[in-house]
């Protein structure tokens, strides 16, 4: 993975030569005018196809075409011609890029916020707004499916944030790669974004965090480091390295224990506020089944210890991230 920094909002432009940088202009000015051929510097199929990508990658905005494969016509010692897919006449897609553009008035109050909270708020309203499309609709994997049906697939959601996160002037980009989903354990294509916040680069899943949030939310996948990604993640392509630890969320809300008598204080102090739900990311050796085990033991003790009775106690695992939810019944 490259050190680049997120310094643009088109970052998968800044990653092309100048010919190519040209190429990327090119068909994005024609997606953006739905022209119906592009004409460009003749190129094989495979590099226009990657700039494509990248066009798509950097303006969630062009909702209105499918990714490659795409027609081209390459014609040896004149300009070849891209002829892109679009999904919608051109009536349509104003239409529905004017109804985009009104949705997205309803984060106006929070331009004043730092941008680690606007984050969050972004994260947040996806949790409780959107769900998982299962059946992969229509306009799952775009913008479309987020504010129109309130569901997508996970590029349709780290398209969803971006878009809103560059509304909110907060530098961001979509990774792409695949993933060991948390809930099934199953290993498949998927996308998340990096996000940039005080200097420094973290990974936000959106779409992993709904996953798990059932009830109330999940940060499991909130401002982690490239080592914490990686434990469920693999990154394709060059991105910036996201080496900052200890700014994930749990983390920041001291929700972390290195040890039991970490993990006794935590369930303690949370279980004296009336919490039936705690989460925490536990971090030491042994085997995950085993650690589960003993933050379950540990807080029946302490339960009995705070409110005198003992209770039923059902807990959940994240094992690759090593984050347990705790609720009492």
């Known amino acids: 993975m490259s050190n680049n920094s997120l310094g643009d909002r088109r970052y998968y432009r800044t990653r092309l030569t100048p010919l190519q940088k040209s190429i990327y202009k090119t068909i994005l000015a024609g997606l953006k005018s739905h022209t119906v051929r592009t004409k460009v510097p003749a190129q094989p199929i495979n590099e226009i196809s990657r700039i494509f ?80 499309d299962h059946g992969a609709g229509e306009h799952a994997h775009s913008i479309l499916g987020p504010i129109l049906h309130r569901t997508a697939v996970c590029e349709g959601i780290a398209k969803f944030l971006k878009l809103a996160l560059d509304y909110l002037d907060v530098k961001n980009l979509i990774v792409t790669g695949k993933a060991k989903d948390p809930a099934g354990g199953k290993s498949e294509n998927h996308a998340w974004n990096i996000v940039k916040l005080d200097g420094k680069t973290y990974h936000v899943d959106v779409t992993f965090d709904m996953t798990l949030s059932v009830g109330e939310k999940r940060y499991d996948y909130f401002c982690l480091c490239d080592e914490d990604i990686k434990k469920d993640h693999i990154i394709t392509g060059n991105v910036p390295t996201c080496t900052t630890k200890g700014e994930d969320y749990y983390s920041k809300n001291f929700l972390v224990a290195r040890s039991p008598m970490e993990l006794k204080d935590i369930i303690g102090k949370n279980l004296r506020q009336n919490k039936q739900r705690i989460v925490i990311k536990a971090i030491g050796k042994g085997e995950p089944e085993s650690l589960q085990n003993k933050i379950v033991q540990i807080a029946v003790n302490q339960h009995i210890n705070v409110h005198n009775r003992s209770v039923a106690i059902e807990c959940n695992a994240n094992i690759e991230q090593m984050v347990f939810e705790v609720n009492f019944k």
């Open 53 to 132: 990508t990248f066009v798509l990658l950097d303006n969630p905005l062009i909702f209105f075409t499918a990714a490659p494969p795409f027609n081209y016509i390459s014609m040896p010692g004149r300009k070849s011609e891209v002829l892109p897919n679009y999904k919608f006449v051109k009536q349509i897609a104003k239409q529905y890029s004017d109804e985009v553009n009104l949705y997205l008035q309803r984060f106006d109050s929070f331009k004043v916020k730092p941008d680690v909270e606007k984050v969050q708020i972004v994260h947040d309203y996806c949790l409780e707004h959107f769900s998982y």
